[in-house]
């Protein structure tokens, strides 16, 4: 009875393990791009997507974060395509007591965009004070 009892429970572990894995049925495309600040790569920060829906585009958005000026979406976690609101904070990348991110560079800058439809690549360069 004990064994039968963890087989189930490993199996219902198993089942869940294997649905929150299947994603959320939404066709999601891959997006990377460099960013930058006063023509320097931005260390450290993160980009957010907002889908728009004053646009007609609903559905969930992505946060990615930038190293060394990069950025790249992680599978299953990409963008929908359409109409998109992008706001961005970017540090120096030196650790302090504050932020492990350090100094912000920049106010949080955005900025409306429009996707494809398809995996992508967008570059960023924020404008100087």
């Not at 490993?10 to 393990?17: D, P, S, V």
């Not at 023509?39 to 889908?51: C, K, S």
């Not at 106010?107 to 570059?123: I, M, N, Q």
Request: net charge negative; aromatic share 8%.
């Amino acid at each position: 009875m004990k064994n039968l009892a963890a087989f189930s429970i490993g199996l219902i572990g198993l089942l869940l393990l294997l649905g929150c894995s299947a994603g959320d049925g939404i066709e999601r495309f891959h997006l990377a791009g460099t960013v930058t600040y006063q023509g320097q790569p931005v260390p450290a920060g993160e980009i957010q997507f907002t889908p728009n829906s004053r646009a007609g585009n609903s559905g969930p958005g992505t946060i990615v974060k930038i190293e060394d000026g990069h950025y790249e979406t992680q599978p299953g976690k990409g963008v929908l395509g359409g109409a998109y609101g992008v706001r961005i904070v970017g540090y120096d990348g030196k650790a302090n007591s504050e932020s492990d991110l350090g100094v912000s560079l920049f106010l949080p800058y955005g900025e409306a965009v429009t996707l494809p439809k398809e995996d992508s690549t967008l570059d960023f360069n924020i404008p100087g004070k």
